[in-house]
């Protein structure tokens, strides 16, 4: 019967001293909230479960509990079961303030109420129950083994699903054995790195605006990264040149990030002719493809040579990045090699949202929910530029054919001024020279403004405050 007791309640660590039990239940008891290691409102085990784990009289046990709770240690209620009786902290003593100090009367920027910052999709609108339903579906038809460590690449059945939605909706060359599931564009960029550092690749070509965070992933896997020139067309990828010591280039090139715009058909057709020539790769960074609006869909610059191209896409933007879960297409040539690495460090996504995702593409929910979501964006990018229209007709909007943020420009000089008004405002906004590589010269100013980040009931209000700051 004691082995059955045992299984009541949730397990509690204490460490019993000296011959006398319940007084070494109490001091143990006292020590671990005192420490603590049990916070307060911590639900302890019944005193049956405790008795039968310490090995010892259930009476024993509950004396302890009751002389604790006498004691103030603890609290007891009907139905509640024992928990950890709240205690009062000592209070620091109150610092003397200081009239004279000028700095505690200067005013201070208002905390962010807003946030226009570009990269987040709107996280309220993650389709909660559709993803549920999936995630049931999948665990009930999972084979055992999709519980044990698999394959580094990742479930097959997530890698054949994507396969075939990458070559209906974004023109990929895919087939599952040459798909990598990682843990988010970072995480893929990084096992890209080191094998291509391995390969003796000296340097990444990168655009002349994008995340610092990436070109720091590659200058840390000991990748030089020279960047690119930008014109109104565009990356110039007319200026790599081969022979040299450049060996893949990252490049946005359906949704420049953050200027917004698509590399042209003539730029496209070039860079994937350098790399024919040179045996080098075109790192393809596809993270907002899903989303256009005025304009075809423009297919992943894969479909033009998926042996020199590395196609990176993520489930981030078009549902949550709190799923962690990612994917490359590679060339034939680094599939093999890109497995090794990741198998060899970690498995990263977890099976069951692996799962749940394939039967989430299967069933057509991920479709419909990019569907409905591209109309939601859409009437707010609609939203956002008749309202700067109205209030700033001076002001420029670009970027806009596709998706999640856009760009809005600004006089010469004034981007630091409005970030600061804006801040004064409580909106938290991001300026296009907050992505400009260090050794690019300063010829934009701008507003990076991510409209899809802020929930349904949020906007109006995150619109507003943008008007209030612009010039």
Request: glycine content about 10%; proline content about 8%; charged content about 20%.
């Amino acid at each position: 019967m004691a082995n059955e007791w045992a299984t009541f309640g949730a397990d509690l660590h204490l460490e019993l001293r000296g011959p006398r039990l319940r007084a070494g239940l109490m001091d143990a008891l006292r020590e671990a909230v005192r420490s603590g290691r049990l916070a307060a409102g911590t639900r302890l085990p019944s005193s049956r479960s405790l008795a039968a784990d310490l090995g010892m009289a259930r009476n024993t046990v509950a004396d302890a509990y009751a002389e604790l709770v006498a004691e103030g240690w603890l609290t007891a209620r009907q139905g509640s079961g024992t928990r950890v009786a709240a205690r009062a902290e000592p209070r620091p003593p109150a610092r003397p303030s200081p009239a004279s100090s000028p700095a505690l009367s200067l005013p201070r920027p208002a905390p962010p109420t807003h946030n226009l910052k570009a990269g987040t999709p709107d996280l309220a609108s993650f389709p909660r129950a559709e993803w549920l339903t999936a995630y049931r579906r999948a665990l009930t038809a999972a084979p055992n083994e999709a519980f044990g460590y698999g394959d580094p690449r990742g479930r097959i059945e997530l890698r054949g699903a994507l396969a075939d939605y990458l070559a209906r909706a974004r023109g990929v060359h895919a087939r599952p054995e040459r798909i990598v599931v990682c843990a988010g564009f970072v995480h893929g960029l990084m096992l890209i790195g080191q094998v291509l550092r391995n390969r003796g690749v000296r340097e990444v070509a990168v655009e002349s605006y994008g995340l610092g965070l990436h070109t720091g992933l590659l200058t840390g896997a000991g990748l030089g990264t020279p960047v690119l020139p930008y014109d109104e067309r565009g990356t110039r990828v007319e200026e790599l040149s081969w022979p040299g010591p450049v060996g893949a280039v990252l490049m946005t090139a359906a949704h420049q990030f953050p200027l917004g715009g698509a590399l042209p058909p003539d730029r496209r057709s070039a860079v994937v002719d350098w790399a024919r020539a040179s045996g080098g790769f075109v790192l393809e960074d596809d993270y907002d493809g899903e989303f256009r609006y005025d304009r075809q869909p423009v297919g992943a610059l894969q479909g033009l040579d998926p042996e020199r191209v590395v196609y990176f896409g993520t489930a981030s933007k078009s549902l949550a990045p709190g799923l962690r879960l990612a994917w490359m297409v590679l060339p034939e040539s680094l599939a093999g090699e890109v497995a090794a690495t990741k198998g060899a460090v970690d498995w990263s996504s977890g099976a069951p949202d692996q799962l749940a995702f394939a039967e989430f593409l299967r069933s057509g929910a991920y479709d419909r929910h990019v569907r409905a979501m591209r109309l939601r964006y859409r009437r707010r990018r609609d939203q956002l530029v008749t309202a700067v229209a109205a209030h700033s007709p001076d002001t420029r909007v670009s970027g806009i054919a596709a998706g999640l943020h856009a760009v809005l420009a600004l006089p010469p000089g004034t981007e630091q001024a409005v970030l600061r008004s804006a801040a004064w405002h409580g909106l938290a906004v991001q300026g296009v020279n907050q992505f400009r590589r260090p050794t690019v010269p300063a010829t934009l100013d701008g507003l990076v403004v991510g409209y899809a980040t802020p929930t349904d009931s949020a906007w109006q209000g995150a619109l507003r405050s943008l008007c209030r700051v612009l010039p």
